[in-house]
């Protein structure tokens, strides 16, 4: 079955905000970090902000400290992208992935051995 499906992309002002949603299987959850990605047409898929199992650990990409926040609902299975003060910059499609191994740089896409299908966000000026 898939072990992740992202929700909530669109279509979105510039300064404007929504949250995107990352539902998770048992054994993708249960990694020791998920994390959030992005890849525009014809650019490298890049990092946004990681998590730790337990919330205790976080890491954002300079592009979006300050706007981005990323959050875990472990009653849930699921964890979330809030993002404000949208950018037209910030189009792409986004990608929610999980790592279940240590070992390697958490900004690294290379470490990450889950993904989802990912979904549009595209932000109009």
């Known amino acids: 079955q898939v072990q992740l499906v992202e929700s909530g992309g669109g279509l979105v002002q510039a300064g404007g905000s929504t949250r995107l949603s990352c539902a998770a299987s048992?054994?993708?959850?249960?990694?020791?970090?998920m994390g959030w990605f992005r890849q525009a047409p014809g650019k490298e898929r890049d990092f946004l902000v990681a998590?730790?199992?337990?919330?205790?650990?976080?890491y954002y990409a300079d592009s979006v400290k300050g706007r981005f926040t990323i959050s875990r609902d472990n009653g849930k299975n699921t964890v979330y992208l809030q993002m404000n003060s949208l950018k037209p910059e910030d189009t792409a499609v986004y990608y929610c992935?999980?790592?279940?191994?240590?070992?390697?740089?958490?900004?690294?896409?290379?470490?990450?051995?889950?993904w989802g299908q990912g979904t549009q966000v595209t932000v109009s000026s």
């Open positions: 048992d054994r993708t959850f249960n990694s020791n970090y």
């Open positions: 998590i730790s199992r337990s919330g205790s650990s976080t």
């Open positions: 992935a999980a790592r279940t191994y240590f070992g390697g740089s958490v900004y690294n896409s290379e470490t990450y051995n889950y």
